[in-house]
């Protein structure tokens, strides 16, 4: 199962919309792992050996 690690404070004042955007949108295979209180660089949708995939979802939000 693929995993997406998103750092709350990475996603300024939108980490709420954002996360229940995530809860709808986010297909069945791929698990939320949402970090509270936290930013950096170590977010992103991860494959099931742990490399960092292309992530398209902070651009689908931004989209919708």
């Given at each position: 199962?693929?995993?997406?690690?998103?750092?709350?404070?990475?996603?300024?004042?939108?980490?709420?919309?954002?996360?229940?955007?995530?809860?709808?949108?986010?297909?069945?295979?791929?698990?939320?792992?949402w970090q509270e209180q936290?930013?950096?660089?170590?977010?992103?949708?991860f494959d099931e050996q742990?490399?960092?995939?292309?992530?398209?979802?902070?651009?689908?939000?931004?989209?919708?």
């Amino acid at each position: 199962m693929k995993t997406l690690v998103v750092l709350d404070e990475n996603c300024g004042n939108e980490a709420a919309e954002y996360q229940e955007w995530l809860s709808k949108n986010l297909p069945d295979d791929i698990r939320l792992d949402w970090q509270e209180q936290a930013s950096g660089a170590s977010g992103g949708l991860f494959d099931e050996q742990e490399n960092e995939i292309d992530n398209p979802y902070w651009e689908m939000y931004c989209d919708s």
